[in-house]
């Protein structure tokens, strides 16, 4: 089973709709991150949380928000998706007792559209 | 701020050959540096990461190389194998005032037979 799941894999949307990305970890990391890839730009820092009651904004949080329900899972929240939402969403987990190192692992990817 | 380039954006080669992918970075305070593989449409998957104490690491075919002084890194991969192609991702942790992980755009890896 992977350690770092997301869902869904691919959701095609409308403009204007609320949109919720879930992620859900099995490897006991406290640290969870949420970016975005866009074709030329590389990976952007959305979110990220260090712990379940720390949130933080990242390079580019304008439009989203996110909640982190328990240490294993962290959401992505679009109230309300435009088109230039549509992207491919990674979440990210890493661990601070190895802080030093502070590698970090990912899901597999939600290729989300927006028209 | 901390900028991450990676060149060549895009590389081809015959299957055997050894090749070498190089990774810039503007700030060299940084805590470690990561080399990722990205298949088309897929997630990211760590292949190495170097410490800032460390000038190396190997794993398998692929050594990654850091040199902070001058803001570098290679990955090299030996005896390329059509299974290598895909885009290879470096990102640093740290450096330009953040303690957050800033990506290269990547090089897309051609292997063939």
């Known amino acids: 089973d992977a350690d770092v799941t997301q869902t869904p894999r691919n959701r095609i949307t409308k403009t204007g709709k609320r949109i919720m990305l879930e992620c859900s970890q099995t490897k006991g990391h406290d640290r969870m991150y949420w970016y975005r890839q866009d074709p030329g730009l590389g990976l952007r820092l959305i979110y990220y949380s260090f712990d379940v009651k720390d949130i933080n904004k990242g390079e580019i949080s304008d439009g989203y928000s996110v909640s982190r329900q328990a240490q294993a899972k962290f959401s992505l929240s679009l109230e309300s998706a435009i088109p230039n939402q549509t992207a491919l969403y990674f979440c990210a987990t890493s661990d601070s007792s190895r802080a030093f190192q502070n590698e970090q692992f990912f899901g597999p990817g939600t290729r989300l559209t927006v028209l | 701020k901390q900028e991450v380039t990676q060149i060549p954006a895009a590389l081809s080669v015959p299957e055997g050959e050894n090749l070498v992918l190089n990774c810039s970075f503007t700030d060299s305070a940084i805590y470690n540096l990561q080399w990722f593989r990205q298949d088309p449409g897929k997630g990211l998957t760590s292949l190495l990461l170097?410490?800032?104490?460390?000038r190396e690491q190997t794993s398998g075919r692929l050594n990654a190389s850091l040199d902070k002084s001058s803001g570098r890194s290679t990955l090299y991969i030996a005896a390329s194998q059509p299974g290598d192609s895909a885009t290879y991702l470096c990102a640093v942790l740290g450096g330009g005032n953040t303690d957050k992980l800033i990506f290269g755009t990547g090089t897309r890896l051609q292997v063939f037979p």
């Open positions: 170097i410490q800032s104490s460390q």
